[in-house]
């Protein structure tokens, strides 16, 4: 504020004005002055000099005013970050590094000068290795892969039976990922994941059944009963599950599936053939039953049973051993009947159905044969006799039939009689037309034979007895058989699976034998994982402590009240760990530092023995829940250490010749942070008050003693004060930090310094870089000091929150507001004031009682939203200063606020995207025009106070119309014939999009820009 804004040559122009009053006869003039005008410029510029002291009165007066309440400039205000420390690899098995320990940046950074980080606590740097990580749901029994090589479990087992062109072909192909789902080599990291959610997730749950044969038909019904299963077959019906089996191109569903009236058994078709798997030397078909989603609870059966039957086939080959035979009409001896005589009917199909049914029918036709012998033949037959029988004139020849007959099977090691369920020997010894019907139980032991060009199963029809079949002449009665067909069927009974697994999670298991049992077994469940948790499996043991793994997060709304417990793997199994949790339960990136029990132990958990820590959820996820809310990770690294821009000096000794008031110690330092000061109060302290600093505050005192044992200094810690009117504690000082002087009190608000024969005051001084320690990521990578065995370090993310000290003009600012509150925070601009002025990275602060902005509030709520200055680069530098500020708030709160009651957060960000559609008469100038359309947009819509622009506030979104009154303000650029509005939020209730016409504006909300999208045209005349 100016009491007399004029100029010089305000006043040459006055003085002219008065000279045209007083002195008409004498002419002013700045051109050619004579000596008037040019007294009359000297008084004017001596009267600036006036009128500028004039107008700096009000601002000394002000500052002496404000010097009445003793303030001190604010500190520098240090940035902070996250730096990873690496090992050399194979070397020792850690090492520790003290806090304070120096890093910096290189010399890239401000021009060639290095900027100074001491690491903000102790860690033992190990060379542990994080080499895998899962993570697994109780719910939804899913199971996460993050880390490591897991892949889903295989559901089938053996080697393709394969075909002469596939050879080479594998096993189960689709169930190779397409791609790697994990970065590999010896610098592979953690993928991005949503913690407890369940993408990704490669549990199954699934029912895999095995039989040599009993699966091999095609176009005919195959049945499975789970006895006990109606509610896994339920599902089924519902479409739950799917029923696969294994063929050349894969696994492929079955062309029909249906429940039947038990609610038990399923009926099957299939079209294409099984493709089978040899598994231990024997050949088997394969069937899946498998859940799409993993299954959440057990399902329990008493058993399950196979069954199937064909329908009527004609056979697949008539061999007689030499020569093929129509299928369709055949003579099994052929035309001349002669004993062991023998034909083969394969069908190699049917015949595989160990334990069915089969039965085999046909029509018998019989035709006849005359045999007699020649003159020749006969005189060749008489030469073994020695008198020449009687011939009589008229022979009559003699009937053969098929009189007996045998049927048998090939075992694999000869041939076995086939056990029909009546006696079939005679079957043709009537040799009478006659429609017959073989049937039998399939033996288990069929195995395939060569029969001529054939190969396969078969029955082998042998001729036993044939009676006269060699007399001549003879009339042979052969049989014909026509229209054989082949059929067989289980009639209702079940046989077991020859092989059942069982697939739960991630784990495969053989059940077999619990079919024998007739008990009730679990034949669909989940994984073995009863925990929402994140495993992370360490190759070693970390030998010693503090330990430190940093996760860092993605900027999401956090509004789940997560809250996770953190355990480790021992012999017994899991245990609680204490943590320092710096991430807040995931609310934010940081670190989580422990101390690693001696007790820990490696563990095997999906085949890995490691080192597990386990991070378990305490309660179970709501399904209405949103991923939008869970934390986004993404990266865990371990060896991260917090750090500051902060110098810490060595301790220096200084000493009093004179007590006085108001003393000053030069420091000899810029930018001061803080200072520990101690002052030697060994001839002024009592013995009672060391006695009781010893016992209640030890980290307060330090007591010398020469080398009789005697005390020769007691050195009290003193506390820093803002101002010495209202000190708590006499034992204070202040830090001029624009002189960088230790400052003591007059003895009268607080005690001073005494003279001593020794050092009166020792003081270690911290120093900050502020602004200049916002860093890049990567920009640190040094060590101050050589370290052995260190590889390298590296910060992975933004050096946040550096600002620099108070100027004077910001500590009047401040002063007057302390004036207006008393020194006391009461309203809402009190807290307003001390907030912005608590940190220069905070633009703006609101003050909403009575709400929260994760749930409905409390009337003894109270939450301030900050604004950061650098909220576009995440919320590193709001995390970093919110728990102090909230300190420091509660700390000077006049009302009773609790803590519990005071909540400090980030502002709803409402993205307004905005697409537009402008007219340019020049289409050279379209690239122009959109790219000040869309920087005119971005500058608008950014909330951030700059020069000249105060920003949007905190609770106030701009409307429509607001944005198009900007935009016309390019009117000589391009003509805006119509703009639409969008707006884009999470709150609590989930994520939202509607047009800014509809948006509820809350308390909590600021604007910022979003991706905006301008349509140029190119005007026409008409319009």
Known sequence: MKIDDRNISDIEDRVAELARSYVPEWHYDRANPDMGSTIARLFAMQMKENIDLENRMLER????????????????KPAGSMVKINLIEDTIEGTHLRKGTRLVTGDTVSGGDQVVFETDREIYVTNSRLTDAFMTDREDATFVPLLGDFSPVLLIDGVAEQDESEEGAETEQEETPAEPVFSTGAGRSIKPFVLFSEDGNISRSALVMYHESLFDIEDEPIYIRLSGGSELTEAIERGDYILSYYTKEGYTSFDSIRILDDRETIELIKHQPNRHLIIGGRSYGVVVLEAKETVRRGL???????????????????????????????APFGDTLSVYSECYIGQD?????????ITVSFHTEYRDRGLYLTKQEEEAELKIFKKKPKVEPADVPADAYADEIGLEYFNGQGWKKLECDEDQTQIFAKAQAADSVISFTCPSDWEPTQAGAYTGRAIRMRLLRSDNCFMRPGMHHYPVIEGLKVSFSYEGHFVNPSRLYRVAGTVKKEITELLKTGKTFTAMSGGSYAEDALYLGFDRKMESGPVSIYFELDDVQNMTDLRCNYEYSTAAGFRHMKVVDSTRDFSRSGTVTFMPPSDMRAVTLEGRSRYWIRVRREHAQSREEAALFLPHIRNVLLNVVNVSNTVTGNEENYYISEAIPNQRISLGSGSILDAEVWVNERDTITGEETERYLEEAPEDIRVERDALGSISAVYVRWHEADSFLSVKDRRSYMIDRFTGELVFSDGIRADIPRVTDDVSVKARVRSSDGEAGNVDAYAINQTAATRLYISDVYNPVKAYGGSNMETTAEALVRGANLLYGRNRLVSSGDYIFTILAYSKSIDKAACIPGERVDCDGDPADISFVLLMRDYDEG??????????????????SAMTVSPEHMYIVEPIFVTVSVNVWADVSDMDLSFETQSLITETLNEYLDPVSREGDPGWEIGVVPKKAQIQMKLGTLKSHAVIRNISVIARYVDRSGEHETDISDLEVNPFMVVRSGEHKVNITLATEEQ
Not at 301 to 322: N, Q
Not at 876 to 892: C, D, V
Request: net charge negative; proline share 4%; aromatic share 10%.
């Open 349 to 357: 199909l049917y015949f595989g159905e160990a334990g069915a049914k």
């Open 300 to 330: 329990e059966l008493t058993g399950v049973g196979l069954s199937s039957s064909g329908r009527e086939r004609e056979a697949g080959f008539v061999s007689d051993g030499t020569n093929d035979m129509n299928v369709k009409s055949f």
């Open 875 to 892: 919320s590193f530098s709001f995390h970093r200063i919110a728990p102090p500020l909230k300190k420091h708030l509660t700390e000077n």
């Open 61 to 76: 007066y002000h500052a002496e005013f404000i010097n009445m309440l003793d303030l001190s400039l604010k500190p520098a």
